[in-house]
């Protein structure tokens, strides 16, 4: 009997030595297609189950996810480039390995946009004083567009212009009737609104900065990385092929995420919404994290001092 | 003795942050909670965001106080009020009406009216249900006695079923003020670019949990000092019933 156990015993370990690493991954649920995808469709994913396990996680804001992950609870996730930049600041350790999508400009694709009423008051950005704009959350990127926005206008960001946190499904009715000045529209929220007519484009995520810069980055523990490198590199492998894929057939990655459950938008209406922009190879924009980190130190004060956001980006796991 | 449950947690809060086991950023040392709170209180937009949610929970509890003392008292002497305003106010109290904030956004804006709003709602139940109970178990015999002297019904209500009902009042006024504290804070912390609640969001969006902290002890002592002076207004009003709390 006792031999029994032992053997037991034996083949459990031996079981669990051979089950690949998990990576318990928190996303997001705006603009991580590719993401999604992966677990979605894991045929496009080889190394899927055999050289890493994912189990993604989902949270509505960066601050619970990036808690999360201090409490030991998550390995990686997606987060902006700036939160990273952020929270690597505050010293979390945390690594930008891939980007997942930009604020780019360009007809073919999609900017995240404020809007105000059409038939309003406010022509431009100037005449936002004495008035509010709605974004997502504090110290988010739609927090950091809008107050760079109103800066370049020459207005005092909470001075000329209070800045209120909001949720996007909320901001369209909040713009119509009065309740706030201008709103942060991301897709497919902005493609409803705009469908519904009656509002306005003042300024883009795009312009605002004034460049093309990274919005959503993937980002792994530094712990983790150098634990399991090989199954970092497998994910990664993994992502590109998968970021591929979704560039080459997006409207059957778009089906397929919303027959997952993974988008609620009406399937139509989902396929015919911009997308942002997303690199094949899934290499990061260093110089534009750079730039935006000088902004947030120097314009918003959100950085106490300057940082090196060379030793935040690492992209050698990413395929050659 | 009095202090020493506050002690022992924040013995076992420090032993947590210095043992290295959690990364400092999910808990601080209580220095710099400790240092935080000093620059909370060295700042004067700090404690303008104290002040601004002070005046948020003290309106809607004010006019919750209003609202519900009348009502309270109105359905405690009148039958056919108790059977209309009873079966409403008992059916609903245990709706959350926080659900009930983004449609109070878009009716009153997202300025302090539709907190205050908010806060009213929240407070008017404890108040007037409390108060009604006071009003309703006021002694028959005083109320028998009064009416044999000849009391019209104002006088009636004036010297007897306020007085008696007091305690009650003050009760329900007790139970009311920290829900004021608590769905300030809360509301500011969903929509606000204002008040304490914005400023622990602030603080957490920017991954200093030590500030945060600091906030929620600077609203536990706004709750303690709000707490401190209304039992000190009910023992000064209320002379004949003092309260037997940790106060007197």
């Given amino acids: 009997m006792k031999f029994l156990s032992l053997l037991l015993v034996f083949f459990s370990f031996a079981a669990a030595a051979q089950e690949p690493p998990l990576i318990r991954f928190g996303r997001g649920f705006a603009a991580e297609e590719q993401v999604w995808l992966m677990s979605v469709r894991p045929d496009l994913t080889p190394n899927q189950g055999k050289k890493y396990q994912l189990k993604q996680i989902l949270f509505q804001a960066n601050p619970e996810r990036f808690q999360a992950f201090l409490a030991g609870a998550l390995d990686a996730g997606t987060a902006p480039g700036l939160a990273v930049i952020f929270a690597r600041a505050q010293g979390v ?28 008051p406010i022509r431009s950005t100037r005449d ?91 980002w792994f523990g530094e712990k983790f990385l150098k634990a399991q490198p090989e199954a970092v590199r497998a994910f990664l492998a993994d992502y590109v092929a998968v970021t591929r894929y979704y560039l080459a057939n997006t409207a059957q990655a778009k089906s397929d995420l919303h027959k997952a459950g993974f988008v609620r938008t009406p399937l139509p209406f989902y396929l015919k919404t911009s997308d942002w922009k997303r690199t094949a190879s899934g290499r990061v924009d260093v110089e534009s994290l750079k730039k935006l980190s000088v902004l947030m130190l120097e314009k918003l004060q959100w950085l106490e001092k300057p940082v090196n956001v060379d030793s935040m980006v690492d992209q050698s796991y990413l395929p050659r | 003795m009095r202090f020493a449950l506050i002690g022992v947690v924040a013995l076992a809060w420090e032993a947590t942050a210095r043992s290295g086991l959690w990364s400092p950023l999910l808990f601080p040392s209580l220095e710099r909670v400790f240092n935080e709170l000093i620059l909370f209180f060295s700042r004067s937009e700090s404690l303008l965001q104290a002040w601004v949610s002070l005046y948020r929970a003290f309106a809607g509890f004010a006019l919750a106080a209003v609202a519900g003392v009348s009502a309270g008292i109105l359905m405690g002497r009148s039958r056919f009020l108790a059977s209309l305003l009873d079966p409403l106010f008992s059916g609903t109290y245990a709706v959350p009406k926080l659900a009930l904030f983004p449609i109070f956004i878009f009716i009153f804006g997202i300025g302090s009216l539709s907190k205050v709003a908010l806060v009213f709602l929240e407070c008017l139940y404890p108040i007037v249900i409390i108060t009604y109970h006071g009003a309703r178990d006021v002694n028959r015999v005083l109320l028998w006695s009064a009416q044999n002297l000849g009391a019209g019904r104002g006088a009636i209500l004036r010297r007897i079923v306020i007085p008696a009902a007091a305690p009650h009042i003050f009760a329900g006024f007790r139970v009311a003020l920290p829900v004021a504290m608590i769905v300030v804070v809360i509301t500011e912390m969903i929509s606000s670019a204002d008040g304490l609640g914005y400023a622990a969001m602030y603080a957490l969006s920017s991954l200093k949990t030590d500030r945060m902290l600091a906030v929620v002890v600077v609203i536990s002592l706004v709750g303690l000092l709000l707490d401190w002076m209304l039992v000190n207004l009910r023992d000064r009003l209320v002379y004949w019933e003092k309260l037997d709390t940790y106060y007197v």
Avoid at chain 1, 113 to 119: E, F, I, N, P
Avoid at chain 1, 139 to 149: E, H, Q
Avoid at chain 1, 152 to 177: C, E, H, I, Y
Avoid at chain 1, 200 to 217: C, K, M, P, W
Wanted: aromatic content about 10%; some cysteine.
């Fill in chain 1, 93 to 120: 350790d945390m690594t930008i390995v891939a980007s997942i999508c930009l604020e780019a400009a360009g007809r073919e694709y999609f900017t995240t946009a404020y809007m105000v009423k059409d038939d309003g």
């Fill in chain 1, 128 to 218: 936002l004083k004495g008035g509010t704009i709605g974004v997502v959350g504090i110290k988010t990127a739609t927090d950091l567009w809008a107050r760079v926005g109103l800066l370049n206008a020459g207005l005092v960001p909470d001075r000329d212009t209070k800045v209120f946190p909001m949720g996007f499904p909320a901001m369209g009715d909040a713009v119509r009737s009065g309740k706030i000045s201008a709103g942060t529209f991301v897709e497919p929220f902005y493609s409803a609104e705009m469908a519904k007519g009656g509002l306005r484009t003042i300024f883009t995520a795009q312009n605002s900065v004034g460049y093309d810069h990274e919005l959503l980055n993937i």
